[in-house]
């Protein structure tokens, strides 16, 4: 059997390539699945120390990151939509309305 | 699970996942996402989490990869720049803040108490087991979750909706190459 361990390096691996995603790339979508990897990382994570502690509340967790995602694209995505309505652009270092 | 098997799958999901930040076309990243998300489905129903797994399969990579997929078609956003853009200096304190964080979450996680339970019980990812906590324990939050997904529908429709007397045509003619 595998230990817990080993899911919680591959967890840690997902984690932090998903935030140089987020650093490293200026198109806001692509930020964004980078984000959703991060989740991911942090379920798998959840999911692994729950079968070493023998609960099922990590796999609740999960069930609720999974919907909060779910509702988090959606309301992402339609930001975008109506930033590229208005701007015709996504990258990130281009949106500095907001910058002072 | 085989330690192979586990091998195999850390290897697709990281390799995925590095397709994710390095792939130049927004598409191309989305496939590697809907990769990575596949093989730690497959993770989960290794660790027992069965429905997890399918859950993540279907409602994950199936359809909220799917609404990714239609936003990036919508604003034809198939040829970006990849990685190559913005300055030298950020690319590489970027990178190496992703790998030092990569180092800590190592260091932190391999003192972490991880329980030593390496076999799930019987019945651990069925879906009576799942939903008996869920609709115990967790009503609560199940409901506070209705009334989000909720407010994200409405949210989502009200700001993608066009402003009223806006015309009824496509997204406005993109910039010319050189205002960008």
């Given at each position: 059997?595998?230990?817990?361990?080993?899911?919680?390096?591959l967890?840690?691996?997902?984690?932090?390539?998903?935030?140089?995603?987020?650093?490293?790339?200026?198109?806001?979508?692509?930020?964004?699945?980078?984000?959703?990897?991060?989740?991911?990382?942090?379920?798998?994570?959840f999911?692994?120390?729950?079968?070493?502690?023998?609960?099922?509340d990590?796999?609740?967790?999960?069930?609720?990151?999974?919907?909060?995602?779910?509702?988090?694209?959606?309301?992402?995505?339609?930001i975008?939509?109506?930033?590229?309505?208005?701007?015709?652009?996504?990258n990130?270092?281009?949106?500095?309305?907001?910058?002072? | 699970?085989?330690?192979?098997?586990?091998?195999?799958?850390?290897?697709?999901?990281?390799?995925?996942?590095?397709?994710?930040?390095?792939?130049?076309?927004p598409?191309?990243?989305?496939?590697?996402?809907?990769?990575?998300?596949?093989?730690v489905?497959?993770?989960?129903?290794?660790l027992?989490?069965?429905?997890?797994?399918?859950?993540?399969?279907?409602?994950?990579?199936?359809?909220?990869?799917?609404?990714?997929?239609?936003?990036?078609?919508?604003?034809?956003?198939?040829?970006?720049?990849?990685?190559?853009?913005?300055r030298?200096?950020?690319?590489?304190?970027?990178?190496?803040?992703?790998?030092?964080?990569?180092?800590?979450?190592?260091?932190?996680?391999?003192?972490?108490p991880?329980?030593?339970?390496?076999?799930?019980?019987?019945?651990y990812?069925?879906?009576?087991?799942?939903?008996?906590?869920?609709?115990?324990?967790?009503?609560?939050?199940?409901?506070?979750?209705?009334?989000?997904?909720?407010?994200?529908?409405?949210?989502?429709?009200?700001?993608?909706r066009?402003?009223?007397?806006?015309?009824?045509?496509?997204?406005?003619?993109?910039?010319?190459?050189?205002?960008?």
């Amino acid at each position: 059997m595998v230990p817990t361990g080993y899911y919680m390096a591959l967890s840690a691996a997902l984690f932090a390539i998903g935030v140089a995603g987020v650093v490293l790339r200026r198109n806001v979508i692509v930020m964004f699945m980078s984000i959703e990897l991060m989740l991911n990382a942090v379920n798998l994570a959840f999911v692994a120390l729950g079968r070493g502690f023998g609960t099922a509340d990590g796999q609740v967790i999960v069930f609720f990151v999974i919907t909060v995602a779910a509702a988090e694209a959606a309301v992402g995505l339609a930001i975008m939509l109506a930033i590229f309505r208005s701007r015709e652009t996504i990258n990130a270092d281009e949106l500095n309305l907001m910058r002072w | 699970m085989p330690l192979w098997l586990f091998g195999f799958l850390a290897a697709l999901s990281i390799v995925s996942a590095l397709g994710v930040i390095l792939q130049a076309n927004p598409v191309h990243s989305l496939l590697a996402l809907v990769m990575t998300l596949l093989a730690v489905a497959v993770l989960f129903i290794g660790l027992g989490a069965v429905t997890l797994g399918f859950i993540q399969a279907i409602v994950y990579a199936g359809a909220i990869m799917i609404l990714f997929l239609f936003v990036i078609w919508l604003l034809n956003l198939q040829a970006e720049a990849g990685i190559a853009g913005g300055r030298l200096a950020r690319r590489f304190f970027g990178a190496i803040a992703a790998a030092a964080l990569m180092g800590e979450l190592f260091a932190i996680l391999s003192r972490a108490p991880s329980g030593g339970n390496l076999e799930a019980p019987a019945g651990y990812g069925s879906i009576h087991n799942l939903a008996m906590l869920l609709f115990s324990d967790y009503l609560v939050a199940f409901e506070v979750t209705s009334l989000l997904l909720l407010a994200a529908v409405v949210g989502s429709i009200a700001l993608a909706r066009r402003p009223a007397g806006a015309r009824d045509g496509a997204v406005a003619p993109p910039r010319a190459a050189g205002s960008r």
